[in-house]
């Protein structure tokens, strides 16, 4: 399997990476795509992936959290020159986020559209952070159409409405995380819905474990918990969601084996 979305360079994982790489291939994973954050973190995201280059890819981006006036336009200038010296299968992990604070939403709002043009302009998918924010993400999503923009909206929860949005738009795919196994997230009936055609799977590692071990750290191995659970919504065979959701990796991200 492949985890779409992984944060594996942070601090968290400073004790235990390699162990914690063994962990995630002996539970079926092969594949880490390591969205970025901000410039501070970058160089560590990068020498986390040297030490697995066969298996762990990047992305290059601006997290909406680390979105401010006085910085912004540093590291959008961080991002457009590093793209040009690296080799990444996405931007990401880009979008708007009205959970913590609503104080930056314009300079998060001008950050998401500028990352969406780099994306068209290197041809490449976006991973879309939308927490508490889908109507502000559609909104600019409608207006850029002419940008006609791929990806996948990582960690999904929203509403049936957003997800027959998102489907409008034909380009985009689901990621299902440890929100899925959550008793009351209201996801299930959502992804019921879904074709295996446009979901894939992720952890947010070292965020959102799943169920049984929430309030913990969370890691790549922890994938095949929400497969199971996926499979279990859907009634098929985790064969099945392993073999679907990594060919939707693979083509979303042009992934070579």
């Not at 924010?133 to 990806?151: H, P, Q, V, W």
Request: glycine residues 4%; aromatic residues 12%.
């Amino acid at each position: 399997m492949t985890d779409t979305h992984t944060h594996l360079y942070l601090e968290e994982f400073d004790n235990d990476f390699d162990e914690t790489i063994a962990r995630a291939e002996s539970a079926g994973v092969d594949t880490f795509i390591f969205p970025a954050i901000e410039q501070s973190s970058f160089e560590k995201m990068m020498s986390a992936q040297l030490r697995y280059p066969q298996k762990i890819f990047s992305a290059i981006g601006l997290h909406p959290t680390s979105v401010n006036e006085k910085t912004y336009k540093q590291e959008l200038d961080f991002v457009e020159k590093t793209i040009k010296n690296f080799s990444f299968v996405a931007i990401g992990e880009i979008g708007i986020d009205c959970y913590w604070t609503t104080e930056n939403i314009v300079w998060q709002r001008l950050v998401f559209e500028r990352q969406l043009e780099i994306a068209a302009e290197y041809n490449l998918p976006v991973i879309i952070h939308a927490r508490n924010s889908f109507d502000e993400i559609f909104a600019i999503l409608d207006k850029r159409n002419d940008l006609n923009t791929r990806g996948i909206f990582h960690a999904f929860s929203g509403t049936v409405a957003d997800y027959e949005k998102i489907k409008s738009y034909k380009n985009f795919y689901f990621g299902l995380g440890g929100i899925v196994t959550f008793k009351n997230s209201g996801i299930a009936d959502i992804v019921e819905k879904m074709t295996m055609d446009e979901i894939v799977v992720e952890t947010d590692s070292p965020y959102l474990t799943p169920t049984p071990f929430r309030g913990k750290r969370n890691e790549s191995a922890n994938i095949i918990l929400i497969a199971k659970k996926i499979a279990e919504i859907k009634k098929i065979n985790i064969e099945t969601i392993a073999e679907k959701t990594t060919k939707n990796a693979e083509k979303i991200f042009s992934l070579k084996r």
